[in-house]
């Protein structure tokens, strides 16, 4: 079992920068590939960004390319989101998921096997 517990949403206007934290807890989270997904609303839900166990490998989804970092503190186990220049369009529930088999540089939402219960991201015009 793993727990995750996500933080730090809230309302910002545009441009602005937002950084998500999610804790976990229950497993040896140096050994689980982390990622965060968002939903918007009336949309499906969509991939963001992943981290590997190890913090060496990253991916991110080309529509927050070069605006969001994802990063994590193993002492502290937790994965930080790191977002910046932020667009309406960025609005949406996040997720942080884990991975326990570390399914390599997959994206697919079926691969992670714990999810946390969601941060709200408010993004104003």
């Known amino acids: 079992q793993v727990q995750l517990v996500e933080s730090g949403g809230g309302l910002v206007q545009a441009g602005g920068s937002l950084r998500l934290s999610c804790a976990a807890s229950?497993?040896?989270?140096?050994?689980?590939?982390m990622g965060w997904f968002r939903q918007a609303p009336g949309k499906e839900r969509e991939f963001v960004s992943f981290i590997s166990w190890s913090g060496g490998i990253t991916s991110y989804a080309d529509s927050v390319k070069g605006r969001f970092t994802i990063s994590r503190d193993n002492a502290k186990n937790t994965v930080y989101l790191q977002m910046n220049s932020l667009k309406p369009e960025d609005t949406a529930i996040y997720y942080c998921a884990a991975d326990l088999a570390s399914t390599y540089n997959s994206r697919r939402q079926a691969d992670f096997d714990y999810w946390g219960q969601g941060t709200q991201v408010t993004i104003s015009s």
């Open positions: 229950g497993r040896t989270f140096s050994r689980i590939r």
